[in-house]
């Protein structure tokens, strides 16, 4: 039995020949075997989704992670090829979404891509291919086709005493996955920063005077679901989170 309906923008795809509204499979199931909720991909239709009417009927929204970038001129940069590759529609109702799902305080998780929309969606911006930077680590996802490889779990971050996230899964060191050639570079205002790697690169955020549940994790948690007990207590937190959404009174959007 699912309990709360949770939301997840899908990328745009082509495939066959035909352009697809899709989120990978990983968070969906992570979702429901982690949370116990129920996902609802929601289309990357650029001016057509009613956000409200959407949130109206949604008690979480779960922001996946995605080989694209957020496009730079949503954070004030001029677009380069270095910067791709781009998905606008995926952009624009991802951060849709996160502005609105924090303002009507329905719980947010965002992954991966998902913690670089929150910080541009809140007004912060994105550092790109930062294997490149001074003192930083390589965090791309590995040259191997074997998925068990590419997500598995290879370096340490460290939550940051009494953070958000430290209350989920404890403050100190833990182990994560890493995927992602870009990170946040200037945190957005509403931004606190929960974790960060050794070599400085913020791995976690919550939103500053969020009632709820607000958190973005760099790394992916979906994908150990059901096996890493970190995975698992965010997941399940969510899913708490959720479920208390969803007992929530209707509330019309103010
Ligand atoms: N494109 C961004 C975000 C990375 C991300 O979401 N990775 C998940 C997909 C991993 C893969 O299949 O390559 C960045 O690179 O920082």
């Not at 502005?99 to 809140?122: F, K, M, T, W």
Request: proline content about 5%.
């Amino acid at each position: 039995m699912h309990n709360g309906l949770v939301a997840i923008p899908a990328d745009i795809r082509t495939f066959d020949g035909y352009t697809w509204h899709a989120a990978p499979d990983q968070y969906v199931r992570a979702a429901v075997k982690g949370s116990g909720v129920l996902p609802v991909v929601v289309p990357a239709l650029e001016d057509g989704v009613d956000v409200d009417m959407l949130l109206d009927r949604i008690d979480g929204v779960l922001i996946t992670g995605s080989r694209t970038n957020v496009h730079p001129s949503l954070y004030g940069e001029e677009a380069t090829e270095a910067h791709g590759p781009f998905d606008p529609a995926r952009d624009q109702i991802s951060m849709a979404l996160i502005r609105r799902a924090i303002e009507r305080s329905i719980p947010l998780l965002a992954i991966c891509r998902g913690i670089q929309e929150l910080n541009v969606a809140l007004g912060g911006t994105l550092a790109n291919e930062i294997q490149e930077l001074q003192g930083r680590m390589d965090h791309r996802k590995p040259e191997t086709e074997n998925w068990d490889e590419a997500f598995a779990i290879r370096h340490s971050v460290k939550v940051k005493e009494g953070s958000c996230l430290a209350s989920i899964v404890g403050e100190g060191e833990i182990s994560v996955n890493s995927l992602h050639r870009q990170a946040i570079s200037r945190l957005a205002p509403r931004l606190a920063v929960e974790a960060v790697a050794e070599d400085g690169t913020i791995e976690a955020v919550s939103v500053l005077d969020a009632p709820g549940f607000a958190i973005g994790v760099q790394w992916h948690p979906e994908y150990w679901v059901g096996s890493d007990e970190i995975s698992d207590k965010i997941f399940a937190a969510f899913g708490e989170a959720v479920r208390a959404c969803h007992a929530r009174p209707a509330q019309a959007a103010e």
